[in-house]
C-alpha cells in the first residue's frame, strides 16, 4: 500500500470527479486500483479504474455512488490517500484497428488505453456512450482519431464492427453482452472490462467471481479484462 497526497481533484460534470495522486506508477492500460482516504469506515478500500499515468502521479475519473467515492469527492489538494495497485490484467497489447467502447464512467479505463494504443502506431477510435451529459470529450479527442458521443441512445448501435480488429469496452454489463452479440460473425475480437463488485481487490475473497466458459474467475485478479465469447453475462 502506497500513502500519498492528493495533488487535485476537480468536478467535471455533474457528480463526476477527476483525481490526481501524487507518486511514480507502472501500470497497463485497463488496471485498476483500490483507494481509500479513511481510517476504519467505509471497511472496504473502493475500486478504480486508472485513468491516466503521467510523470507527477496517477488519475482517477470517479462517479460520486456512495459513502467511499463521497468521500473521494470532499478530499483538497495535500489530503492524504492510500493506493494498493495497480491491480488486474488490463487490456492485452494488440495491433490494428481498434475501437474502443464506453459506457457512463464505463469510460474512465478508456483514456489511458487510447493514449497507449495510438503511441504504438494503432487507429484508435472512441464510442462513448452517456445518458444524459458527456464528459471529458476534449480529452478523448486528444489521444484517439476519432470519437463518436451518444447521449440518451445506444452507443452500441454507432459502432461499425465490421471495421475494426480489436473492440475494447467497459460499461453497464447489458451494453456490453449486446456489444458481444453484435460482434458476433465479425472478424472483430472484443475484450470487456468487467466490474463486478469487489471486497480484497486482491484474489482473496472470492466476491469478485464471475463465470466463464473456462470456470468460476476472479474478476480482480484474473480480469478484470476478459474475450467477450468466455464471459457468461448474466450468470
Ligand atoms: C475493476 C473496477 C473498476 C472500477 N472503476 C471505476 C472508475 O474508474 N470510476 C468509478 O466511478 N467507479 C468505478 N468502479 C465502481 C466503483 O468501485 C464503485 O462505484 C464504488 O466502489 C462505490 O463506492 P461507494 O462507497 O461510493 O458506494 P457504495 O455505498 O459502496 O455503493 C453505492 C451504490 O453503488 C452500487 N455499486 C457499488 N459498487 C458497484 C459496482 N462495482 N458495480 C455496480 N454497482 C456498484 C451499490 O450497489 C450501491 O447501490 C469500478 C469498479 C470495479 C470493480
Ligand atoms: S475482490 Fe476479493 S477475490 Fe476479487
Redesign the pocket.
Known sequence: MIETKVLSNRQVSKDFYLMKVAGSYQAQMGQ?CMLRAWDEV?VLS????IYDVDEEGIS????V??????IFANLKEGADIRIDGPY?NGFPNVSGKIALVGGG?GV??LYYTAKQLKAAGNQVDCYLGFTDESLMVEEYEQVADKVVINIGGYIVDDVPVEKYDYIFTCGPKIMMQVLADKVKGSNAKLYVSM????ACGAGACLVCTCKTSDGNKKVCKDG?VFLAEEVFFHA
Not at 46 to 49: E, F, L, T
Not at 65 to 70: A, D, I, K, L
Open positions: 485498476f467505509p473502493r475500486p478504480i479504474s482517477f475519473l470517479y462517479k455512488v456512495g459513502q467511499g467515492t463521497e488486474g464512467i474512465a479505463p466490474e463486478n463488485r469487489m478484470p
